[in-house]
C-alpha cells in the first residue's frame, strides 16, 4: 500500500510562495491520481487541487486558481504543490491524498502571516 509524506510547510508572509511535497512510498503512484486538500482551523478539509496519473490533466479550487500548481515526478514517487501570491486565507494544515481512497499523509503545516 502507498504511503505518503508530506513536506514544505512554513511560516510565510503574504505575497510568498512556497512549494509542498508528498512523497511517496510502495508501489503505484504512477497509476495513481492524487490530490491536495487543507483544512484551517475550525473548518472542515477541503479540495485544493487534483491531477491525473500521468499529470496531463489538473483541477482547482476556484480560490487557488491562477496562484496554485499541482504537479507530480512519478520518476521520484512525488507529488507537489507550488504556492503564489500566498494569502492569510491560505493558512492551513495541508494533506496529499491517493484520489478515490482513504490514503493521506500526515499532514504539513502553512502559515501565512505577516
Known amino acids: 500500500q502507498v504511503r505518503l509524506v508530506e513536506s514544505g510547510g512554513a511560516l510565510v508572509q503574504p505575497g510568498g510562495s512556497l512549494r509542498l511535497s508528498c512523497a511517496a512510498s510502495g508501489s503505484g503512484f504512477s497509476s495513481y491520481a492524487m490530490a491536495w486538500y487543507r483544512q484551517a482551523p475550525g473548518k472542515q478539509r477541503e479540495l485544493v487541487a487534483t491531477i491525473s496519473s500521468a499529470g496531463g490533466y489538473t483541477n482547482y479550487d476556484d480560490s487557488v486558481k491562477g496562484r496554485f500548481t499541482i504537479s507530480r515526478d512519478n520518476a521520484k514517487n512525488t507529488l507537489y504543490l507550488r504556492m503564489n501570491s500566498l494569502k492569510p486565507e491560505d493558512t492551513a494544515v495541508y494533506y496529499c491524498?491517493?484520489?478515490?481512497?482513504?490514503?493521506w499523509g500526515q499532514g504539513t503545516q502553512v502559515t501565512v502571516s505577516s
Open positions: 491524498n491517493v484520489k478515490y481512497t482513504n490514503i
